[in-house]
Nanobody, 123 residues
Framework: QVQLVESGGGSVQAGGSLRLSCVASGYQFSRFCMAWFRQAPGREREGVAAINRDGSTRYADSVKGRFTISKDNAKNTLYLQMNSLKPEDTARYYC?????????????????WGQGTQVTVSS
């Protein structure tokens, strides 16, 4: 059974940094594509960053140059380093995984999801 557990969210001021973690279990971590999504109140869930099985990455335009996605296969852990945070980054952030993904930032491509962790950025 695939299980994803996020942590690392919190409240920061604009310009600050946070690092999110997602610990995965129940599957061979290195074989899956993984991604971070976020959802703000009243808005659709959107792709933030994704990492393919080969380590290639993709980012939403809104976070390019500020966020970095990475993974540690030995620890079965996915990370999202978020720098220069803005109030518009405020959302609940979700980890997602699936073995076959064509569009890495498309939420409909992923069948496995964590419960999310809240990020709040104040101005």
């Amino acid at each position: 059974q695939v299980q994803l557990v996020e942590s690392g969210g919190g409240s920061v001021q604009a310009g600050g940094s946070l690092r999110l973690s997602c610990v995965a279990s129940g599957y061979q971590f290195s074989r899956f594509c993984m991604a971070w999504f976020r959802q703000a109140p009243g808005r659709e869930r959107e792709g933030v960053a994704a990492i393919n099985r080969d380590g290639s990455t993709r980012y939403a335009d809104s976070v390019k140059g500020r966020f970095t996605i990475s993974k540690d296969n030995a620890k079965n852990t996915l990370y999202l380093q978020m720098n220069s945070l803005k109030p518009e980054d405020t959302a609940r952030y979700y980890c997602a995984a699936d073995i076959w993904v064509d569009a890495l930032l498309d939420r409909y491509e992923y069948n496995y999801w964590g419960q999310g962790t809240q990020v709040t950025v104040s101005s």
